[in-house]
C-alpha cells in the first residue's frame, strides 16, 4: 500500500507560481506512474499531468501545457507539480494519484492510491 501526503498549496495572486509536492510512504514509486489531477467545485476532477515510471514520458492537461512540470525523486519517494503563471481557473483541490499500470493515463481509474489534496487558489 502506498500513502500519499500533498503540500504545498496555497493562496497566491494570478502570474504567481506554487510548487506542490507529494510525499509517499509504504513502498517506492519506482515502477509507478504518478499523476496530478484537480477538482474545482461545481466540477468533476480532471487530469493535470503525469509522468511514467521511469521519468521518461510526461503529459499534461492543454491549459497548463508550459506552465506547468511535473517531476519524480525514487531517491526521495516524492513527486512535484512546479506551477507557474497561474491563472484563477487553475484554482481547484489538486490531488496526487499513484498508478500500477507505470504509464500515463488520464483516466481517474487507472490509478489506486490518492492522497487527500491540497487546495490552490487563484483570486481573480
Known amino acids: 500500500q502506498l500513502q500519499l501526503v500533498e503540500s504545498g498549496g496555497g493562496l497566491v495572486q494570478a502570474g504567481g507560481s506554487l510548487t506542490l509536492s507529494c510525499e509517499v510512504s509504504?513502498?517506492?514509486?519506482?515502477?509507478?506512474?504518478m499523476a496530478w489531477f484537480r477538482q474545482a467545485p461545481g466540477k468533476e476532477r480532471e487530469f493535470v499531468a503525469g509522468?511514467?515510471?521511469?521519468?521518461?514520458?510526461?503529459e499534461y492537461e492543454d491549459s497548463v501545457k508550459g506552465r506547468f512540470t511535473i517531476s519524480r525523486s525514487i531517491a526521495k519517494n516524492t513527486v512535484h507539480l512546479n506551477m507557474n503563471n497561474l491563472k484563477p481557473d487553475d484554482s481547484a483541490i489538486y490531488y496526487c494519484?499513484?498508478?500500477?499500470?507505470?504509464?500515463?493515463?488520464?483516466?481517474?481509474?487507472?490509478?489506486?492510491?490518492w492522497g487527500q489534496g491540497t487546495q490552490v487558489t487563484v483570486p481573480s
Open positions: 494519484a499513484a498508478g500500477r499500470s507505470g504509464i500515463v493515463l488520464r483516466a481517474e481509474s487507472a490509478y489506486s492510491f
Open positions: 509504504g513502498r517506492s514509486i519506482e515502477y509507478y506512474a
Open positions: 509522468i511514467n515510471w521511469s521519468a521518461t514520458g510526461t
